[in-house]
């Protein structure tokens, strides 16, 4: 069974509207845009709903600074968080060291918006194939003492062998049957995703987007059990 975190890529009042709407949702995610609009107080108030925080700002910099924002979003009371794993290892080893054991840090690998061919324009090669850039960094970063790792669904296994049983397998671009794929290149649906190993399915538009946000929360919920 994987779980089903809400991205709340929404303005602070409208992802309480929704929240309020789904009793039964555990997890959430915080990225950029609802951070910089309702910054810290967002995080602990979704903490005080009883709900655990993916904070989702993807941090890339030097060591130092990495590790001094996952120890703040330790103190806030995050459960989980994202590095770029392009940041090196160093970087990831920085992070994994300053989360402690109460924050899962987990590495971006590949973008789900990323085509192969958007990704080697953006890195500078000719040519790549995404499995092997996937398996690549999962792998460093589960070297460097990382949780997890972020993947497309189309990943999820080659992830899973690079982490063993223990690592977190974090899942955007899931899509039922019949949803808009979005800016995501790499999609796949919720029971898919859980039966090739992942632990935690992002869930976005598909929910935030539905006539019935609830219905369409337990409906991936229930497929997620595999």
Not at 40 to 46: D, H, K, L, Q, T
Not at 85 to 108: C, D, K, N, Q, R
Not at 111 to 117: A, F, M, V
Request: charged share 20%.
């Amino acid at each position: 069974m994987a779980e089903i975190i809400i991205a709340l890529d929404l303005p602070g009042a409208d992802a309480r509207r929704l929240l309020d709407q789904i009793p039964e949702a555990r997890w959430v995610k915080v990225g950029s845009i609802l951070f910089a609009e309702e910054g810290p107080a967002f995080v602990r108030e979704m903490a005080g709903r009883g709900l655990s925080v993916f904070l989702d700002l993807k941090w890339h910099d030097i060591p130092n600074t990495v590790a001094g924002a996952v120890r703040g979003a330790r103190a806030l009371g995050v459960q989980m968080a994202t590095i770029h794993t392009l940041g090196g290892s160093a970087m990831m080893a920085a992070a994994a060291e300053a989360a402690g054991p109460s924050l899962g840090v987990v590495g971006v690998t590949v973008l789900t918006s990323h085509t192969p061919e958007g990704y080697a324009e953006a890195v500078g090669r000719g040519s790549v194939t995404v499995l092997d850039e996937v398996a690549r960094l999962a792998g460093a970063a589960g070297r460097a003492g990382l949780r997890g790792c972020v993947c497309s669904p189309h990943e999820v296994a080659t992830v899973r062998a690079q982490l063993g049983p223990e690592g977190w397998v974090v899942v955007p671009g899931i899509r039922r049957a019949g949803d808009a794929a979005g800016d995501q290149a790499r999609t796949a649906g919720p029971r898919e995703a859980a039966q090739a190993g992942a632990t935690h399915l992002v869930v976005g538009r598909p929910v935030l987007q539905a006539q019935d946000p609830r219905a369409a929360f337990l409906e991936m919920a229930s497929a997620a059990e595999g």
